[in-house]
């Protein structure tokens, strides 16, 4: 074993690494990266001479060692306080110059969760933080992270993973755990690691609002995330997933067992399922040398009961120097009532990626007591007969949590700061910002074609960005909206109260519900009986029924396509001011459908014309003839024979039509501008009141105007033969 002082390229057996660029570090004060292959990793960071230099953390295991760079002039007394308790510990010992030296260690603490704080006491000095290690089976906590949502507070952030390929929205889920290294914040197009959520506030509804602490995809548009749901102003609803396999601590674990096929030495089947991942010493399955079954080696889990799976991830590992990557690549997945007769679920193959993370999503509506994982090959020399697995989970949709995830808010230009990310983003070492942008859900307020990026070149900084721009320093930073407390829901069919299930709607009783009906029969979610509410007896006057235990009364949302729609204005325009109308422009989102019909009579008639074809007649109340006759924007705004059209009535009323075809439509009208030439008009000015005159001899007329304006002076030369009037300036009054 290790003794201080010593150097420690690789964390010895029973420990595991984490390097000083971990997001669970909190380091303050100055501190700068030093890159050089004699450190952990190629890297390490160290603190400056000046100023307060702290680094934070939790960690959950026994022992804790922290490994620096050495050297004689390095700080000879640095600060440690475990749990409140003070020690101290010399960057000065161990190899010269060397990076990975181990400096402080603490053996023999109680396993539960510790609290860490290293710091200088003296100014003048360097010293580096290379790397920490602690027990294999442990783990490291950012000092204000929770692993639970109910122990979310403003300031307090929680882990997630989140994988995507390139293009595409992702998945979450693992809310709360460790589940691989973090996303780079440089962040990637096709991300596959883990990331923080921080609780910044809450909102109108009562929800905890969180923020990604970084960036967690880039090369993304924002039409991508607009056409997934994530750039509308409610959001995507998140399906966070729960795994059902417990962390194994052996063969059988809270009455869960797993078996497999074979396994060799000491890697036994349950180790692919006790949320060890990361670090050398991370427990695999592991088989080696043996024969597989005809088909494939198989890792079995028996759940005791029936359980329904959705998701299957899998994380495969290199074998070892000179095998390729991967030591599983073809696998199926079955599912079986009495461990004899398995049916098939879903089939794929594992990318020849070493230690990522891959999900698996697949329908199934029918709950087993048994899953079996099949392994057909591996990417490693012995295909069939060498076989590992690091983690696998088997999973199912969470749906008693109310998650949402969308865009920030950005600020319509850029003195708005009335938004949430002038609101909260604030640090950039809280918020790991690389003067990369990324997307709001706000529109530029002078292009509406065009969406805000903030965080591009400095944090608070505003620009904005085509919607369909990809680029790698552009990236889907998200909100995350969390509603902790279930809601379960009933129906409510006249006197009876129902609910749906796969056979159909069932009658749960009659009304009042009660707190039983609510617990035994409620659904969780709505989605499964929307498009079943027309079946219901009494469709005019169905109630949806929300037990919320602890909790204001509450709000249900159904989403829908409402029916098309005619508005038609209640008054005329008067145009008897205009002498010429130049234009009239329409503005609006056109959506789906938006149609435009006209009328000089007050509404009596309707008409329209379409493209460089006459004006025709157009039934406002038919709503397929309305449809069909009436104008786009477009060929309203094309038209110029106002005038013309109008006549001496000079009267103009609107009607339109509106239609959504989907539920992501948004279709509306802004405004009617006009470009006309008013009819001028002249006022008898008021002696005394307008202007005053006088003559100071029989030739001058003087005028003093008394208020502002445009005026005109006519001149009459009585009976004489005629004057000529001449512009005279100055003189008194």
């Known amino acids: 074993m290790a003794t201080v002082g010593e150097r420690l390229l690789t964390p010895e057996v029973g420990w595991r690494r984490y390097e000083q660029d971990d997001s669970a570090l909190s380091y303050s004060g100055t501190w700068v990266i030093q890159t050089s292959n004699t450190m952990s990793a190629g890297s390490a960071i160290y603190a400056e001479r000046t100023g307060e230099n702290k680094v934070r953390f939790d960690f959950y295991g026994t022992r804790l060692r922290i490994l620096g760079m050495a050297n004689s002039g390095y700080h000879p007394d640095l600060k440690v306080v475990i749990n409140g308790v003070p020690e101290s510990y010399s960057a000065a010992i161990g190899s010269q110059n060397q990076g990975s030296i181990l400096q402080y260690e603490k053996l023999g603490l109680e396993l539960k969760r510790h609290s860490v704080e290293i710091s200088s006491t003296v100014e003048g000095y360097w010293w580096y933080i290379d790397a920490i290690d602690i027990d294999s089976n442990g783990r490291l906590f950012h000092p204000d992270e929770v692993a639970k949502v109910n122990d979310l507070k403003v300031g307090k952030r929680i882990r997630f993973h989140y994988s995507a390929t390139s293009g595409t929205v992702g998945k979450f889920l693992d809310v709360g755990m460790e589940t691989s290294n ?5 962040s990637s197009s096709s991300p596959n690691g883990d990331g923080y959520f921080i609780m910044v506030d809450t909102d109108h509804q009562g929800r905890k609002v969180l923020l990604a602490d970084r960036n967690i995809q880039n090369n993304i548009s924002w039409d991508v995330l607009n056409t997934a749901g994530v750039a509308s102003g409610s959001g995507l609803p998140l399906e966070v997933l729960e795994d059902l396999v417990p962390t194994m601590t052996g063969q059988t674990t809270e009455g869960v067992t797993v078996t497999a096929s074979a396994y060799f030495d000491n890697d036994m089947p349950w180790k692919a399922f006790d949320n060890n991942v990361i670090g050398q010493e991370r427990s695999i399955w592991y088989v080696n040398g043996t024969e597989a079954p005809v088909e494939g080696h198989w890792l079995k889990v028996d759940f005791g009961s029936q359980k329904k799976i959705n998701y299957l991830s899998l994380i495969g590992m290199k074998i070892s120097t000179g095998y390729l990557n991967n030591s599983i690549k073809d696998w199926q997945l079955f599912g079986s009532d009495d461990d004899s007769t398995y049916e098939l679920l879903t089939v794929g193959t594992v990318p020849n990626i070493e230690d990522a993370k891959f999900v698996y999503e697949f329908i199934n509506n029918k709950s087993y007591r048994y899953y079996r994982i099949n392994v057909l090959t591996s990417y490693n020399n012995y295909a069939t007969t060498q076989i590992a697995i690091v983690e696998a989970e088997l999973a199912e949709r969470k749906h008693d949590s109310a998650f949402t995830f969308r865009l920030p808010t950005g600020g319509v230009n850029a003195t708005d700061k009335d938004n949430e990310w002038d609101r909260y983003m604030i640090d950039d070492r809280v918020w790991n910002n690389l003067n990369h942008g990324s997307w709001t859900s706000t ?3 002078s292009n509406s074609k065009a969406r805000v990026i903030r965080g ?21 930073r998200p909100v995350m909206l969390i509603e902790s407390i279930n809601n379960r829901f009933l129906i409510l069919d006249g006197t009876d109260v129902k609910t749906y299930t796969s056979s159909g709607w069932e009658t749960v009783g009659p009304a009042p519900p009660t707190d039983d009906m609510f617990l035994n029969k409620g659904m969780l979610d709505l989605t499964a009986c929307t498009l079943h509410l027309n079946d219901l007896i009494n469709k005019p006057s169905i109630k949806i029924l929300v037990s919320k235990p602890n909790r204001e009364p509450a709000v249900a949302h159904l989403t829908g396509v409402p029916a098309p729609r005619v508005v038609k204005m209640k008054n005329d325009i008067s145009f008897l001011d205009v002498a010429k109308i130049n234009s009239l422009t329409l503005s609006g989102t056109e959506k789906g459908v938006l149609r435009v019909a006209i009328s000089t009579d007050s509404g009596t008639t309707w008409e329209a014309k379409q493209k460089d074809g006459p004006w025709i007649t157009v039934d406002v109340n038919n709503s397929i003839d309305f449809k069909q006759k009436a104008m786009t924007v477009g060929d309203f705004n094309s038209i110029s024979e106002w005038d013309e059209k109008l006549g001496q009535a000079r009267n103009l009323r609107c009607a339109f039509y509106f239609e959504q075809s989907s539920t992501t439509d948004e279709t509306s009208l802004d405004s009617l501008t006009m470009d006309v030439d008013l009819l001028d008009s002249w006022d008898m000015a008021m002696p005394g009141v307008d202007y005053k005159y006088g003559y100071n001899r029989n030739t001058n007329l003087r005028v003093l105007l008394l208020s502002s304006g ?9 009976s004489g033969s005629g004057s000529t009037l001449t512009e005279v300036d100055g003189g008194t009054f």
């Open 456 to 476: 591009y070149n400095g944090l608070t900084n505003w620009t904005s960005g085509s919607t369909d721009l990809t680029a790698p320093g552009r990236g889907f």
């Open 443 to 445: 529109t530029d307020q």
């Open 710 to 718: 445009d005026y005109k002076i006519n001149v009459g030369s009585g």
């Open 182 to 186: 973090f996303i780079p914040v440089a």
